[in-house]
């Protein structure tokens, strides 16, 4: 009895964080071994919003960040619309990251006695509206996006001031609950939060994630855009975080797709010319970018790569105008906004500033605001709560999103998943991995990659392939210089996800600066399925593989795949002068799109304009080869 | 005895009604004054004020604080007015508001104050499957390739008649032998599908096909450890998450029980 009543008195109390590391001792955290090198790959999700969110709460979602770490732990969860979910297979860890804006305002709002809104009209009507209908709240978040975007949000909701106490509650329970959740070996969820800039509708969000344990993190709240719209400033937020603390802090850069050009821009927020310090701060803060989620495809545009026939992906309704959908984007814009080309640009800067700022891993997160981490084509929840599984409309209906124009459900991708190659599930090894950027992005499926460069690789060790990649050569995400002049090797593995696809072919994408200071791209084809029957053409092009998608059905057959590819590979073009790149992007064979599931199962019919069979894929952290000084 | 009786709560609140009654039946109305009192207090004229800065930027004038008083009790006076009205009633905006701000009070009350071992020992021994360790397994397996089952079984066939296993396996990057691993360990590297089937089989000889994405496999499992049971040390944190999102559901669907019961409630066309 005395013992609940201590219980009972540590929730009631605000010593929440002593409480819980009394249960953590209890729970016995045996020490976690870390392995000598990565030999597991950990699956995440480093984007998820919950109810926390102003916009996924005003979309609808009831789910807290209990339910959102139950259900990425494999647990099964009642949706905001009453479906019940469960992944198929669980999640190795999460990243809550709600909006650090205005966090928990929409939930505190609407939660809100009327009376204490009643001197404040802004907020009563948008109370009233929330409280009216689903209809009232959706209205009640397009207003509050836009507001975000214009910065005509009500002050109450903006004076840093006044958020900071509301923040810094939600944020230490919110600990609690991330801990609670937290089991080293087993699970691991890490502290994070979206910083969520947009100047003139442009994106320039980026995830923020945390390698502390809660407690470890003092009297540190979340930064919003609000403090200012410049990423800089989020930077040396960063930098006072790790001083102060001791601690380690990254940011993860999202939906370039929809800056405008501004993502990997040449220049500042201001747009002074970008120099030496910037760049210096910006490659240690950004290790790493998410390349592909809900909201489209990032990796290249088929205009920026008119040769590479699978750059249209995750593209379409994506790529003409901005977040907020206020401005149009000319493709002339596409440079700053497409993974492959800041790769690239971060090559010519190394040449002519002397450092590169876009020295970064990829991986994809889905950018869920429902609570969910769905990223399976059959078990999609949606971007928001109002297009969860059991809205029958929600592929084929406009998607404003608070914008004037429509984007419509089928553009919205069930994309992507975090893969990690780390020691150890724990929140150490999974970020110091990141760090590194050994990492790669898929968008969906679980497919094992392994990509190693180095000089002293040959054609046997694809036997012993990981042990000779981390004896003789780096792994993604790593860096090669010298060499002697001869061409980097390299022991690429790609292992199909045994409940999704097979694979069609593992290609190296390659970038290099020429003689003439000009950023260049090529890709080749370096292992494919059914290779006695495929033979590449003069331009170096593979026949397409079969599809073999039955819209019908949902099906297709796996035996015109690959169930594995290795292969050992060595630029046939190599100049050792020269600076460059290379990374690996996976394909699977054709497979149908969510649209697909959601019409056999809701018997729709979809227009033609609508994908329906695509190719999911994976894109490996690069591997740099610098010229010897 | 009339000692105890002028000290018991019971009778002081029956005596109160008493009065009241005798007031309302002495003046002939049934109208209670209290319902017909409007108090603006310093309070109040606090919170006009500043709602008037937030909006304005600056203090009300004397004629601006009265006109909003003025404007309180205008407000005050229909608000009750309306209610007398009943026009609270059959307003979907009012019904909801209600229901959400219910919801919200209940919700408060039976927020979870954490449980002792014993409880949580208790929801353990209930929920056996939830908590046992898994089994594990010992075993090897071998990748046919992307075979139809008549092909993989008689090559499943030969192993057992002795046939080298090397010469049958195609290769993929997965382990070959196993130890101690557990099914979920075993779904990781060859998907669900794989795992559902190994459990249908027993320690012995070759074994299968099982199929998973990849193809057809043979297995030979060497050892199946029953799965343990767990202690309340191994996995202490998971049984009090698990216990407490429980409860919290629990406990909203039983106040909304609670409350139910109270009501005759009929359904056209439900039985």
Known sequence: MRKTLMLAACTAALALSACSEI????????????TEYPEQVFWGDTHLHTDNSIDAFGFGNRLDAENALRFARGEEVTATKGAKAKL?????????????????????????????????????????????????????????????????????????????????????????????????????AFMGFEYTPMPQGDNLHRVVMFRDDPEEMGDTIPYGALGSQDPEKLWTYMDAYEKKTGGKVLAIPHNSNVSNGRMFAMNKFD????????????????????????????????????????????????????????????????????????????????????????KFGMIGSTDSH?????????????????????????????????????????HYLSS??????????????????????????????????????????????????????????????????????????????????????????????????????????KIYNVSWSDADNRKPGGDGKLPAVPNTVDLAKGTWDNATGAPELVTFWQDP???????????????????????????????????DDVIKIQQERAYSSPIWYTPAA | MMHKLIREPLVHFLGGALLVFAFF????????????????????????????????????????????????IAEEIYYREALRLGLDKNDPVIRRRLFTKMRFIESGETADSGADDTILKQWMDDHPEKYA??????????????????????????????????????????????????????ARQFGERFAEQLETLEPGDWNGPIVSGFGSHAVRISAKTPGQTATLADVRQRVANDWSATRQAEQRDKSLARLQAEYDITVAGRP
Request: aromatic share 10%.
């Open chain 1, 416 to 521: 992507g998943y975090a893969a990690v190659w780390a020691t150890s599930n724990t929140r150490e090894a999974i970020f110091d991995a990141m760090m590194r950027r050994e990492v790669y992005a898929t968008t969906g499926p679980r497919m094992q990659v392994r990509f190693f460069g180095g000089f002293d690789f040959s054609a046997d060790d694809t036997a012993d392939l990981v042990k000779a990649g981390y004896t003789k050569g780096v792994p993604m995400g790593g860096d090669l210089k010298g060499g002697g002049g001869q061409a980097p090797k390299f022991l690429i593995s790609a292992l199909m996800d045994p409940e999704s696809a097979s694979l069609d072919r593992i290609q190296v994408i390659k970038g290099w600066v020429d003689a003439t200071g000009k950023s260049q791209e």
């Open chain 2, 25 to 72: 039946w002495a003046s002939g109305s049934n109208r209670d004054p209290a319902d017909y009192a409007i108090h603006i207090d310093e309070t109040d004229i606090e919170r006009l004020k500043t709602g008037w800065v937030q909006n304005f930027r600056r203090t009300p004038t004397q004629a601006e604080l009265d006109a909003l008083i003025d404007q309180e």
């Open chain 1, 23 to 34: 249960n953590n001792e209890d729970g016995g955290g045996a020490e976690i071994a870390n």
């Open chain 1, 370 to 410: 429902t609570s969910l981490a769905t990223a399976d084509e059959d078990n999609f929840f949606g971007k928001h709560s109002a297009n969860e599984a059991n809205n029958k409309q929600r592929a084929l209906e406009p998607q404003n999103l608070g914008t004037r124009e429509g984007r419509f459900g089928w």
């Open chain 1, 88 to 188: 198929s297979r669980p999640l190795d860890f999460l990243v809550i990251a709600d909006h650090s804006d205005a966090m928990g305002a929409t939930k505190a709002i609407m939660e809100a006695p009327r009376i204490a809104l009643l001197t404040n009209k802004f907020l009563l009507r948008w109370h009233d509206m929330m409280n009216e209908s689903d209809e009232g709240s959706l209205q009640v978040t397009a207003e509050l996006i836009d507001g975000a975007a214009k910065g005509t949000l009500p002050e109450s909701l903006t004076d840093p001031e006044e958020t900071r106490e509301r923040t810094a509650d939600l944020w230490e329970k919110h600990g609690e609950i991330v801990n609670r959740y937290n089991e080293p070996g087993k699970f691991t």
């Open chain 2, 133 to 186: 360790l898994p089994p594990l397994y010992d075993f090897e397996q071998i990748y046919l390739g992307q075979i139809d089952a008549s092909e993989a079984r008689q090559r499943i066939d030969q192993l057992k008649a002795g046939a080298n296993p090397d010469s049958f396996a195609q290769p993929l990057s997965t382990p070959r032998t196993f130890a101690r691993t557990e099914t979920a360990d075993i």
């Open chain 1, 573 to 607: 073009d190599f100049d050792a002068a020269q600076n460059a790149f290379y990374y690996v992007r996976v394909l699977e064979i054709p497979t149908p799109t969510w649209p697909v599931y959601d019409a056999l199962k809701f018997n729709l019919t979809l227009p």
């Open chain 1, 271 to 358: 747009g002074s010319p970008i120099d030496a310090a910037y760049i210096r701060t910006r490659a240690l803060r950004e290790p790493i970018v998410e390349v592909t989620q809900i909201k489209g495809d990032s990796e290249s545009h088929p205009f920026l790569s008119p040769n590479d026939e699978f750059a249209s992906f995750g593209v379409t309704g994506w790529d003409k105008c901005n977040l907020s959908c206020t401005r149009d984007m000319p493709p002339e814009s596409y440079g700053g906004s497409y993974v492959r080309e800041a790769l690239k640009r971060g090559l010519e800067l190394t040449l002519s500033v002397g450092a590169n700022p876009f």
